[in-house]
């Protein structure tokens, strides 16, 4: 167990103070004539971006219009932030892991058609891909997917059933295998299950994971969101090493407006430009300084020495979209339920 506390909880303690995870709260209501409540729910990875982005927009909002906003942030596994909205919580926006937990939000409809296509990029102001935290050292000699399959090495990884980017590391995995076994899908199967069988703990959500890694020391491999791994590297410089996969996957978190809780919170004009900002340049740069990937192409080439840009990755639509790619490996008693009770 680490002795050592985690110094990126107290930076974003500092920073959102009045940050809380929130069930069922309205967050249209003023505090006072001029100040703007606004609720992001958003995924886990996010808690230290958004805590500096808030600020920023803030800032920002406060010179354009001279009104006070506040933001409110919650955060959690992605399929499981989705459902609070579902159950009540009132977000005014929604950032999360993948286009499909929004998806499940539009379907009750409390947002509009056509949300994919309201912001650039398919709504995904930033991108990541999937990587693997090892300790230093690399006692394991781990370099690749199929190494995660050998006997003895112990794998950290979420749970599809309620985390995003556990869902962007398994296709990341489905990947290799296929193309490793040019599309043998029962050798595809075997070849993830001897993956999953050696993953030693199943947390909720991605900080939980890394949680477990990091902090508890558990496990000889973290499967990570890019920007996670960094962050951790940025805490500890000299105690762990990121490993870029052959193949990984082009994971695109995306963003809405909840426009159900935006009309009634009163909202919408602000949460859309609460949204468009993340689009702009200095909100890029913070992107890129947080280790997430700018879609902003050109402040991404900035960033060449913290990301590996020649990493070769595949895109949901090889999966034939999300809403496809849920319906074949996550739905209940798909393919991830079918490898995983084995």
Not at 79 to 94: I, T
Not at 97 to 120: N, P, S
Not at 152 to 162: A, E, L, Q, Y
Not at 321 to 337: L, R, S, T
Request: with cysteine; proline share 2%.
């Amino acid at each position: 167990m680490r002795k050592k506390t985690w110094t990126r909880k107290l930076a974003v303690a500092a920073l959102l103070a009045c940050a809380v995870l929130v069930t069922g709260c309205g967050s249209g209501e003023k505090k006072d004539a001029d100040t703007i409540q606004m609720t992001n729910v958003s995924y886990d990875p996010t808690r230290e971006f958004y805590a500096f982005y808030n600020k920023m927009f803030e800032d920002y909002y406060k010179e354009k219009t001279g009104k006070k906003v506040e933001i409110t942030q919650s955060h959690g596994g992605s399929g499981s932030q989705a459902r609070s909205v579902l159950e009540g919580n009132e977000a005014d926006v929604v950032t999360l892991a993948l286009a499909h937990d929004i998806t499940l939000i539009e379907d009750q409809g409390l947002i509009e058609e056509g949300w994919l296509e309201e912001f650039e990029g398919n709504s995904s102001p930033y991108t990541s891909t999937i990587v693997f935290l090892v300790r230093k050292g690399n006692e394991k000699g781990i370099q690749d997917w199929e190494d995660l399959t050998k006997s003895g090495v112990d794998v950290i990884t979420p749970d599809p059933k309620s985390s995003g980017g556990a869902c962007w590391n398994f296709l990341g995995a489905w990947e290799y295998a296929d193309r490793k076994f040019g599309g043998d899908e029962a050798k595809i199967k075997e070849f993830v299950g001897d993956l999953y069988k050696n993953v030693l703990v199943m947390d909720s959500g991605a900080r939980g994971a890394t949680t477990t890694f990091v902090e508890n020391g558990q496990g000889d491999v973290l499967i990570a969101w890019e920007n996670e791994a960094l962050l951790t590297l940025k805490e500890y410089p000299d105690e762990y090493e990121l490993i870029t996969p052959s193949v990984s996957i082009k994971a695109e978190p995306s963003v809405a407006i909840v426009d159900e809780n935006a009309k009634k919170n009163g909202t919408q004009e602000v949460a859309k430009e609460y949204l468009q900002y993340l689009y702009s340049e200095d909100a890029q740069k913070l992107i890129g300084e947080n280790f997430y990937r700018p879609s902003n192409q050109e402040i991404l080439k900035t960033f060449g020495e913290t990301f590996d840009l020649s990493v070769e990755m595949c895109t949901i639509d090889d999966f034939g979209g999300w809403d496809q790619a849920y319906e074949d490996y996550f739905a209940d008693d798909k393919i991830f339920d079918e490898i995983y009770s084995k």
